[in-house]
């Protein structure tokens, strides 16, 4: 009798010890095993897509907080300007663009970027990574040095080349002096003096 017993007890627990596994596995088209599979397993679309949704806005806030100091040190340059030249606020209103444009031209003559670029920059609206417009200066004198790389360019080209460069420079010149001229019609002895000083009228 204790012998039937106990085999009896042994084959209930190998009986369980069997069953157990099968009930712990969800059943066909049970949702939350699906669920749990995918969970663990994720999906590697889904990951990709998170990461380049990510990497896209941190690209945004990067841009913003470039935009925005940008702004704030134009800002704070025509807070100072304004100060030194001592003008009211409705006086600025007319003098502030008319000088942002012989900056704009002086960058331009020192291989800087068009007065819309810079313009764009230094309001905010552009990012030092975005592509601009080159000045014509500066187109002209990138193609007289590739052109200079070349060793079969002929005489003929360089010359021509050379001559598009300078016409380009003395475009340039005509039209800073005369966006300075426009400037020193408003301003006074000692408003332009302290404009020679910082180099934008000479």
Not at 26 to 47: I, K, L, M, Y
Not at 122 to 149: C, D, F, K, S, W
């Amino acid at each position: 009798m204790k012998k039937w017993l106990i085999s009896s007890g042994l084959a209930m627990v190998a009986m369980t010890w069997m069953v157990t596994p099968v009930l712990a596995q969800p059943a066909d088209g049970d949702p939350r095993g699906a669920r749990s599979e995918r969970g663990q397993r994720g999906e590697p679309g889904e990951r990709g897509q998170r990461g380049q949704r990510r990497e896209g806005g941190e690209q945004a806030g990067r841009a913003g907080m470039a935009r925005e100091r940008m702004e704030q040190m134009r800002q704070r340059r025509a807070e100072r300007l304004q100060r030194v030249l001592g003008v009211a606020d409705g006086e600025w209103q007319v003098l502030e663009p008319m000088i942002e444009r012989v900056q704009e031209l002086n960058l331009q003559g020192r291989g800087g970027l068009t007065g819309q670029a810079i313009t764009a920059r230094m309001r905010g609206q552009a990012t030092e990574t975005e592509e601009v417009e080159l000045p014509a200066a500066v187109q002209e004198g990138q193609a007289l040095r590739t052109l200079l790389r070349n060793e079969d360019a002929t005489p003929e080209q360089i010359a021509g080349q050379l001559e598009a460069l300078r016409t380009a420079r003395q475009q340039h010149a005509m039209e800073l002096e005369a966006a300075r001229e426009q400037l020193r019609e408003l301003l006074s002895p000692r408003q332009e003096a302290q404009l020679v000083l910082m180099g934008l009228l000479e």
